[in-house]
């Protein structure tokens, strides 16, 4: 079962614009959550995290949110720009076994001149 | 610093075969991962190790062997390969007690 879900698919906006991906999770062991963006033929690379203790966490253009009671997160980019084109994958795992993340089915982002 | 790398890039197996993948990393990484990427799916860990000589099953590890000789490396052997784990095979590793992994760039495994 997919404990880590990614409902869109795609995503398409305008330069300048914000980005908002947005993540879903049903275990609610979770507490550490991560988004990751992956480029054509490379490997994932780590973008931002957040711990359940906390509700947001801000790196430059990149914000997370995390809703607890919603089991729900997004990332968001502001402003967007064309290099932010990539997919998106939303992480979570739990601190009493960090090995094992979950992780969702990526938002491919596509951000337009 | 190369990170992490994965051997080969790609690879056409049929049915039946056998076959190793290897993954390096030069961070002096403690923890390191196999993962596999399907098509609408995310990342599906088969499994890790949290040291040398020390490995653990995933979420995905049937029909899957990995082995932990020495610390930079992690390798992942199919023994009998089946068109169900034609994939794209990722390598992390991280540091202890750490959440964020470090990826390979990926391998991409064909079996038919």
């Known amino acids: 079962d997919q404990q880590v879900k990614q409902n869109s698919p795609s995503l398409s906006v305008q330069e300048g614009r914000i980005s908002i ?25 780590f973008l931002i995290s957040i ?15 995390l809703n607890k009671s919603a089991k729900h ?16 994958f939303c992480a979570a795992t739990s601190g009493s076994n960090n090995n094992d993340m979950r992780f969702g089915a990526g938002t491919r982002l596509t951000v337009k001149p | 610093n190369a990170g992490v790398t994965q051997t080969p890039k790609f690879r056409v197996l049929k049915t039946g075969q056998s076959m190793t ?13 196999w993962y596999r990427q399907d098509p609408g799916m995310g990342l599906r860990l088969i499994h890790y190790s949290v040291g040398e000589g020390t490995t653990a099953k995933g979420e995905v590890p049937d029909g899957y062997n990995v082995s932990r000789l020495k610390k930079q490396n992690f390798l992942l052997g199919l023994e009998s390969a089946a068109p169900s784990q034609t994939s794209v095979y990722f390598c992390a590793s991280s540091q ?7 990826f390979g760039p990926g391998t991409r495994l064909t079996v038919t």
């Open chain 1, 21 to 45: 991906l947005n993540c879903d999770y049903t275990n609610s062991m979770f507490d550490y959550f991560l988004w990751y963006k992956k480029y054509p033929a490379e490997g994932p690379t």
């Open chain 1, 51 to 65: 711990s359940s203790i906390k509700d947001k966490n801000e790196d430059g253009r990149f914000t997370v949110f």
């Open chain 1, 73 to 88: 997160l997004s990332l968001h980019i502001v402003p967007s720009q064309p290099g932010d084109s990539a997919v998106y």
């Open chain 2, 21 to 33: 993948l290897l993954c390096a990393q030069d961070m002096n990484h403690e923890y390191m991962y």
């Open chain 2, 96 to 102: 202890f007690y750490k959440y964020e992994q470090y």
